[in-house]
């Protein structure tokens, strides 16, 4: 599948994507929608249907929500998909989106490698987990690169670009110029568990879940602080709700675990929101209810 001239003029043409949740739908969109194929692979076709129809609706809906005019039948035309990774042993490159959960990863990464050709870069999206700890897994270091997307994953403008101990200076740069080619800034981070956003962010929000846990505000009330007394744009648990509340716990479990440090300990309130099912936009309810007519709140 080498060898087809990308508009943007990175030289990795076809682009496996593992994974058709939140992100890895984002990645896949992004790909697409700047000119790059794409092989998105999960475990059912009925999550990769779920997948194309969710992608064909961010198209037509982008021009509302301040992005790009899409033309969703010539994004979801450069996309093929997959059930099981063996669909991806002919493509430059993998982006891999699966759950923080580093029994998962490293059944992925073994049999990533297992699959794909050798040269086949490996690009870890992780929010959390050590890049070269998922290195040792494979026959290729010197080809595994972290890169921190942000979600929304076509909104967002910059990641975090991150090598292992062992990435070659080359795979670094074959990765930054299929992130500029994507519109990404690629912000160079060194290899640490949580690198920089989620060493700061995954402790303010575990935080905000303690207040509402121990009754001293409502979850409401926590995000209205932030926006209107800091100007940002969403609260903590709003934000909790749209990367997915048990994302959020397995990346404060996987920072508990590494640094062995109690200001990671996760808020009991994170645990039983994921185990009831209350993952946040993905699943209608987190910290706040979703429907197709807005968000009301919704005492955690």
């Given amino acids: 599948m080498t060898g087809n001239d990308n508009p943007n003029g990175a030289d990795m043409t076809v682009i496996g994507v593992v994974g058709a949740g939140v992100m890895g739908v984002g990645v896949a969109q992004n790909l697409a929608q700047t000119g790059h194929d794409v092989v998105l692979v999960d475990t059912s076709e009925e ?10 609706r961010n198209c037509r809906m982008s021009r509302l929500m301040g992005g790009p005019e899409l033309d969703a039948d010539e994004v ?16 430059d490159v993998v982006i891999e989106n699966v759950t923080e959960n580093w029994a998962v990863k490293r059944e992925v990464y073994e049999g990533l490698d297992a699959v794909c050709g050798p040269d086949t870069v490996f690009i870890v999206n992780t929010s959390a987990i050590p890049i070269t700890k998922v290195a040792a897994v494979t026959s290729r270091p010197a080809q595994v690169v972290g890169v ?21 200076a080359e795979t670094v740069e074959r990765t930054r110029a299929l992130l500029s080619a994507m ?25 905000a879940a303690y207040l509402v846990h121990e009754g001293v505000a ?21 934000t909790a709700d749209l990367i997915g509340v048990d994302t959020i ?23 039983q ?25 919704v005492a955690a």
């Fill in 47 to 56: 999550i990769l249907a779920a997948a194309m129809a969710t992608i064909s």
């Fill in 76 to 91: 979801l035309s450069r996309i093929n998909t997959g059930v099981g990774i063996d669909a991806l042993a002919k493509v």
């Fill in 148 to 168: 921190h997307f942000m979600n929304p994953v076509p909104a967002k403008p910059a990641c975090e670009l991150i090598p292992g101990f062992h990435t070659s």
């Fill in 183 to 207: 519109g990404k800034k690629a912000i160079d981070v060194k290899d640490a568990c949580g690198f920089v956003s989620n060493r700061v962010l995954m402790l303010t929000v575990n935080e």
């Fill in 218 to 238: 409502s979850a409401e009330s926590v995000d209205e602080v932030f926006r209107s007394c800091f100007g940002h744009p969403m609260g903590p648990l709003e």
């Fill in 249 to 271: 716990l397995y990346s404060v479990e996987v920072l508990y675990e590494h640094y062995a440090d109690s200001k990671y300990r996760p808020c009991p309130l994170l645990k």
């Fill in 273 to 297: 929101m994921t185990d009831a099912g209350l993952h946040g936009r993905k699943s209608g309810r987190g910290f706040y209810e979703y429907s197709a007519t807005g968000r009301a709140s």
